[in-house]
């Protein structure tokens, strides 16, 4: 089993910022990639950002600009640095953790803005 733990949500006011990091634990394989996924209520879970092992990144074009997603390989810990923040990125974020064998989904934190 992995275990994802999740920090840095919170309330922010619009054009604020935020980070949030996840680090992983257990029985860890080869980490193909690490990343976050976010949904709001009534919609879809969708992509926020995702970075391979190798450093390859991939953003959701409603974060693209704004959002920055960084990781520490030794660490096993994934970031993501949200500026710019708008009403509109209010949700549930997920860690989203995958290697070659499994993918594991961390509990999700809250990131709310708001004036």
């Known amino acids: 089993q992995v275990q994802l733990v999740e920090s840095g949500g919170g309330l922010v006011q619009p054009g604020g910022s935020l980070r949030l990091s996840c680090a992983a634990s257990g029985r860890i394989v080869s980490i193909n990639s690490m990343g976050w996924y976010r949904q709001a209520p009534g919609k879809e879970r969708e992509l926020v950002a995702t970075?391979?092992?190798?450093?390859?990144?991939n953003y959701g074009d409603s974060v693209k600009g704004r959002f920055t997603i960084s990781n520490d390989n030794a660490k096993n810990t994934v970031y993501l640095q949200m500026n710019s923040l708008k009403p509109e990125d209010k949700a549930v974020y997920y860690c989203?953790?995958?290697?070659?064998?499994?993918?594991?989904w961390g509990q999700g934190t809250q990131v709310t803005v708001s004036s």
């Open positions: 989203d953790y995958r290697d070659f064998v499994s993918r594991y």
């Open positions: 970075i391979t092992s190798g450093g390859g990144t």
